[in-house]
């Protein structure tokens, strides 16, 4: 990177060129100014080569083992921050402009003290070789700031996107609880919450908040943000009014959200992006809303604010949004760029395919809104036109006497890519006796070259009981309907054996409540 090799590492005010636009940030609680670097440089890039603070490791540069976790603080609007553990690995640099980033370098105190964090894992021996601890420390420090001695299901959440390979997770989880006994020196980075569970506003947190208002107040030609570098321009619009614009104006521009995908085109493939627009300062895509008839998530809300929107009204889905990703994932991803993204083994398309979710379409002035299904035409082909992207999805409100279920087929629990991912949702009728289905809907993902509805054993599920028999016949219905590929992941005859088993699961699970067949919760109860 021959754009960093030219000043010092510690020397933060040689970085503040006089530059109509560059990226503007807080590191460590000190302002940057970064000019020169293309805008697809990721934050993991500019941190080690750039700032030579190597506490932030690379390891397997796709958001997958959280060795490069760190965590951003982002102003809230009520004169807050909020705290979030992201990857750098795959965030672009642009996209923390006007944000706040803390690295493990950070937290030791100014007098040389180990956070409470650090002096946890080290009493609790957290830590053999090494490698893998700033990640969790970084992780760790972000569960600090937003729980105080969270569940053991938070803490693993919390921890889902961090690989350790040595010292065995026991005493890392111990040293989650331990951590909280531990106060910190002078009050340097201390909790989010107090002793008592209510909501801690530090000074720093105030002070933190006024510096990044005065960056968001520096640049007062246009309400979008401009970068270029090396021939490559990153466009952030901040209304929807400008990004139609934008999008327009530059229909070959990559657009870009959380780059939780795109992301590793630059890591791995190592493609030349072209011009970047970034959805992710635009506000009105930030709004999750409730009509009198559909939940409305805009297409730049996380998938951590958006998977907990969908909680309230499904929590039947809950297990599945755990297992989408991790938290930094979370934290930066979106459901608008997994589902423009038309992957056939994304996790949220099945179950908003079930769900009867459409997607909104802007291009120019003109909006459209499409079924969800009707938006996949093929292999990573959509019906987006040059020029239109995604603005929001709409999910219809619960239905009455829905019964829904989400599952998940993958190697691991955690952090894993589907084989396959199925969600069922059968709205019956009728007395206990004789339940009936008067509507069903299957979302499909891993089995077929885009996301699908299994629309032939939708139309045989219709009208019949909800029993034995009907999930054999709709099993074997569903076994056949796809033709899904072999690959590293599965075979294609276990994917197709899995999703019958799933129905037949799917049935027992729903009708036979002493039968265990779930590590967790089982399928709620109809309303």
């Known amino acids: 990177m021959d754009a960093v090799a030219s000043y010092s590492p510690l020397d933060i005010e040689s970085l503040a060129v006089p530059d109509p636009s560059p990226i503007r940030l807080l590191l460590n609680g000190a302002p940057v100014a970064i000019t020169g670097l293309r805008p697809q440089t990721t934050l993991l890039e500019y941190l080690r080569e750039g700032r030579r603070l190597t506490g932030t490791k690379e390891g397997c540069a796709e958001g997958d083992c959280g060795a490069c976790t760190v965590v951003l603080a982002e102003p809230t609007g009520s004169g807050g921050v909020e705290w979030k553990a992201v990857n750098a690995c795959i965030r672009l640099l642009p996209s923390v402009h006007g944000k706040a980033v803390f690295t493990v370098e950070s937290l030791r105190a100014p007098d040389g003290s180990l956070h409470p964090v650090q002096r946890a894992l080290v009493d609790c021996h957290g830590s053999q070789c090494g490698f893998c601890t700033p990640g969790f420390v970084m992780s760790l420090f972000a569960l600090y700031k937003n729980a105080h001695r969270p569940e053991r299901e938070t803490v693993d959440d919390a921890l889902s996107g961090n690989l350790c390979r040595c010292t065995g997770y026991l005493p890392i989880l111990t040293a989650a609880g331990r951590m909280y006994d531990i106060d910190p020196v002078a009050g340097w980075r201390g909790p989010g919450f107090g002793p008592d569970g209510s909501p801690l506003q530090n000074d720093e947190e105030q002070s933190i908040a006024q510096e990044l208002s005065q960056i968001a107040s520096a640049d007062t030609r246009a309400t979008t943000f401009e970068y270029a570098a090396d021939g490559q321009r990153w466009i952030a619009p901040g209304t929807t009014a400008e990004l139609a614009a934008a999008c327009l104006a530059n229909p070959d521009a990559q657009i870009v959200a959380g780059a939780t995908d795109v992301g590793l085109w630059v890591t791995k493939e190592h493609r030349n992006l072209g011009d970047l627009i970034y959805t992710g300062e635009c506000a009105e895509l930030r709004i999750v809303a409730s009509t009198p008839s559909h939940l409305e998530i805009g297409a730049a809300v996380t998938l951590t604010v958006a998977c907990a929107a969908l909680d309230q009204q499904w929590p039947e889905l809950h297990e599945a949004w755990v297992r989408f990703g991790s938290v930094p994932i979370r934290n930066s991803g979106t459901l608008g760029g997994n589902v423009a993204n038309g992957s056939p083994i994304g996790d949220s398309m099945p179950a908003m395919l079930a769900l009867g979710a459409t997607v909104v379409l802007r291009r120019g002035d003109a909006q459209r809104e499409i079924t969800l299904e009707d ?38 629990f955690d952090q ?89 699961r799917f049935q027992i699970e729903s009708t036979v409540s002493t039968v265990a067949v779930r590590a967790h919760a089982a399928v709620a109860p109809i309303a």
């Open 375 to 412: 938006y996949y035409l093929a292999y990573r082909k959509t019906v987006r036109q040059p020029g239109e992207f995604v603005t929001m999805l709409r999910v219809p409100h619960r239905q009455k006497h829905l019964l829904l279920s989400a599952y998940k087929i993958a190697k691991r």
């Open 416 to 504: 894993d890519i589907s084989a396959v991912f199925a969600c069922f949702a059968l709205t019956l009728e009728g007395g206990s006796n004789d339940r009936r289905i008067a509507h069903a809907r299957i979302g499909c993902g891993g089995v077929a070259p885009i996301p699908k509805r299994a629309k032939k054993t939708e139309a045989l599920l219709d009208g019949r009981r909800w029993d034995d028999a009907t999930a054999e016949v709709a099993a074997a219905s569903l076994a056949e309907e796809f033709a899904p590929i072999g690959d590293m992941r599965a075979s294609a005859a276990y994917r197709r054996a899995v999703l019958a088993n799933l129905l037949r």
